[in-house]
């Protein structure tokens, strides 16, 4: 099975990187947390880590490219996150502003292509522009898919895919998951294949809950602001040991009974 080494910082073995080079997931989500913690740690406010936070997104999403994983969707705010403190929810709303202000012309060089999930009419009419400016500039992209999930659910999203199917009229005969899965805010992504979730905690926090139903869950200790490519070799690795069943046995199992 090859050498092992450690990671530089807390989380899964890494093999070197030939044995990486097979069983690279088509689509990865993340669950970033720990932005709060790692900025308290160094007393400064949450708005600090979550600046550092999108340093993290930027050094991932390169190592996507460079890994040859084609989507990855980024859970930035959720339905819950409304409860927060007001100035923390200000401050990461001008932030997602900034930030795709700021990155879109990059982000079209690249080729990648970036989609929007989540309830966006309670978003602010300033923030529903540059979303709107950010997918129809990357629409024709082909080199990667960036799904950033935005005032974000999947109770939300099954709820709205629910009442499109009401307002399209299909009988109830017709409703399997194929009419559900097909109303999802993003359709034409894959169903992830490994979901990530940073600083330790396992929970799945209402993230892509339709279409992980048979995703690979890893969780690292490491805070989200400190995860980068290491961390995220050291995850394709975990995946790489994975024997996927999709609710199946293994003809290796079978044969021994």
């Known amino acids: 099975m090859g ?13 070197f990187a030939h044995t990486l ?3 690279v997931p088509r689509h990865i989500g993340i669950i970033m947390d720990g932005n709060g913690r790692w900025a308290r740690g160094r007393g400064r406010p949450a708005s600090f880590g979550h600046r550092q936070g999108v340093r993290a997104i930027k050094r991932v999403l390169q190592a996507c490219e460079d890994l040859g994983v084609h989507a990855l969707s980024i859970y930035a705010f959720s339905t819950e996150n409304w409860a927060r403190p007001r100035a ?3 401050a990461l709303m ?11 012309d990059e982000m079209h060089r690249r080729g990648v292509r970036i989609v929007v999930s989540g309830r966006r009419d309670e978003l602010s009419a300033r923030m529903r522009e540059r979303i709107d400016e950010a997918m129809a500039r990357t629409a024709n992209n082909t080199n990667g898919v960036l799904n950033v999930c935005l005032n974000y659910g999947g109770r939300a999203e ?3 895919a629910v009442r499109k199917l009401v307002r399209d009229g299909l009988p109830a005969q017709k409703v399997d998951e194929e009419a559900i899965s097909s109303r999802m805010y993003n359709p034409e992504l894959p169903d992830p294949d490994l979901i990530i979730r940073t600083a330790g905690e396992h929970r ?4 892509l809950l339709w279409q992980s139903a048979y995703s690979e869950m890893l969780v690292t200790e490491t805070l989200w602001p400190d995860f980068g490519e290491d961390e995220l070799k050291a995850a394709l ?8 069943r999709f609710g199946a046995r293994p003809a290796a199992e079978i044969a021994v009974g």
Request: charge should be positive; hydrophobic fraction near 35%.
């Open 3 to 15: 050498r092992w080494r450690r990671s530089r910082r807390r989380g899964w073995p890494v093999p």
């Open 21 to 23: 080079s097979s069983h």
């Open 88 to 90: 923390e929810v200000r």
């Open 94 to 104: 001008r932030l997602f502003h900034e930030t795709m202000q700021r990155e879109i």
């Open 158 to 160: 099954i709820v709205d």
């Open 204 to 207: 799945v926090s209402n993230f």
């Open 237 to 244: 690795a975990e995946y790489a040991l994975r024997v996927r």
